[in-house]
């Protein structure tokens, strides 16, 4: 008998799990490889919890054979990684490490042994420093220096990755690394980040370019949207959610979907709507066909609005949209202090397929839950709340499936427990527990759910084919 917790998800339907390259890898300057934006960012102090950098990580540089035997017991069909861009162009351009050509093609091949599929990321936001020290995001040529890196990773792995994924979250790519500054690079430039933003978007369109030109199979992008609930029916709260949903999903959207500028950005943020950045030609070059939509989901954020503050100009620190978010759910949070609400899942894809027609099939690229995690004496690690969110947000997909949204699979983010950015290690998201002491990998209850929920599937799948 199958499990009552498991989700029914039609047929062809296929499973994954999620990692990126900085998170886990480790190996920060072995073998050739240059700095990125997160090494420097993560040595600089104050900037990460109790000062957490990738140095060491999971290892993963090392273990690699491990993590595909973890994937292989885990029984996906499709494991999506991210590639170190410094460790294959140390400066961002020029010269090839052969060295990190040679590792990535050892993960593949392992992955294609193991019969699991690779999906890649080329930017999870680890650009080389050598790049952001030229001005990184905020000018056109770090998109032009993307390209070429793109058309290195194609002609050498085309071969074996199924799907490539050119950008992940570049909302936080832009706006917490240029305007926050509370990831890499740490720079708060405030409303100056739509221009990194823009130059983010142009890489994706040259990337995207160099990939159809090397024959890849398939070419999409990573977003992480979000569900944006109005804190009360009142015109100004209401508003605000309109605002919020340029920053956080518009911005994005519309040039890649619509083939146009979001329409109330001048709302947003007067004066720069129309940045002197952006070029006849570049909407073009953004809103190409893509084989598939990434989408992040993780919690739906209320908004209401909030006293407008003219930024200084001469002190340009934050992105202010005159919103603040508040947080009605009466639901649990999990330790990233995020509600768990998976009605909302369900709506923010129903809504995006009724906003775009032409929306292209979505894959659900990273969903998951940060958890307060210990090893039990008996090794298992028992992690009810993380089964219980993934069961939550599967059925919601199940859900936007049957209201027509066609949505083809999904990875559960994330495979390992790993650096979580600026939140260090505390944050544990892995249906692996990984001991940071000593580099021991122990899958969870939630690992051991995950496979008893793919072999149904699979099970289910073939019967009705009988
Ligand atoms: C996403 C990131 C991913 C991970 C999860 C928790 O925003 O893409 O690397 O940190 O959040």
Redesign the pocket.
């Given at each position: 008998m199958t499990d009552p917790t498991f989700p029914v998800l039609p047929a062809g339907f296929r499973f994954g799990a999620a990692t990126?390259a900085y998170?886990i890898e480790g190996a920060h300057d072995r073998d050739g490889r240059g700095p990125s934006i997160w090494d420097t960012f993560s040595h600089t102090p104050g900037r990460t919890l109790g000062g957490a950098t990738g140095d060491t990580a999971c290892d993963h540089y090392h273990r690699y054979r491990e993590d595909v035997a973890l994937l292989r017991g885990l029984g996906v069909d499709s494991y999506r990684c991210s590639l170190s861009w410094s460790r294959l162009l140390p400066q961002g351009t020029g010269p090839v490490n052969r060295e990190g050509l040679a590792f990535y093609d050892r993960l593949l091949d392992e992955l294609l042994a193991a019969g699991i599929s690779p999906a890649v990321t080329l930017y999870?936001?680890d650009l080389p420093q050598a790049l952001e020290d030229r001005g990184g995001w905020r000018f056109r040529a770090t998109a032009e220096a993307f390209a070429g890196y793109a058309a290195l990773a194609a002609a050498r792995f085309g071969d074996r990755v199924e799907r490539w994924i050119t950008l992940?979250?570049p909302f936080?790519s832009a706006f917490v690394g240029y305007a926050e500054g509370r990831h890499a690079p740490g720079a708060r430039e405030g409303r100056g980040a739509l221009a990194a933003a823009h130059h983010l978007l142009v890489g994706h369109g040259l990337a995207v370019r160099e990939l159809r030109a090397a024959g890849a199979r398939e070419v999409g992008i990573t977003l992480?949207l979000d569900q944006i609930d109005a804190a009360s029916r009142l015109p100004e709260d209401l508003s605000a959610v309109r605002r919020a949903e340029v920053l956080h999903n518009e911005v994005w959207t519309e040039p890649l979907l619509a083939g146009r500028y979001p329409v109330l950005e001048a709302q947003t943020w007067s004066g720069l709507a129309d940045g002197p950045w952006r070029r006849p030609g570049d909407l073009e070059l953004i809103g190409a066909p893509l084989d598939f939509l990434g989408v992040?989901f993780?919690r739906p954020i209320t908004v209401a609005a909030a006293p407008h503050k003219e930024p200084d100009p001469r002190r340009r620190t934050a992105m202010d949209i005159g919103v603040t978010e508040l947080d009605p759910y009466g639901t649990r949070h999990t330790t990233?202090g995020w509600p768990v609400v998976p009605a909302a899942f369900a709506e923010l894809l129903c809504g995006l397929a009724a906003r775009y027609p032409d929306l292209p099939p979505v894959w659900i690229t990273?969903n998951?839950s940060?958890e307060a995690d210990t090893v039990s004496p008996d090794g298992a690690v028992h992690d009810p709340d993380r089964i219980d969110y993934l069961a939550g947000h599967l059925a919601a997909v199940a859900e936007a499936i049957a209201a027509g949204v066609d949505v083809r699979g999904y990875y559960v983010?994330?495979l390992l427990d790993n650096f979580?950015?600026a939140r260090g290690y505390e944050?544990r998201?892995g249906l692996v527990h990984v001991d940071y002491d000593t580099l021991t990998r122990a899958p969870k209850d939630s690992y051991h759910w995950y496979r008893g929920l793919i072999t149904a599937h699979r099970a289910r799948t073939e019967e009705a084919a009988r």
């Open positions: 990126a998170q999870h936001w992940n979250e936080c992480n992040n993780y990233m990273e998951g940060a983010w994330s979580e950015w944050q998201f």
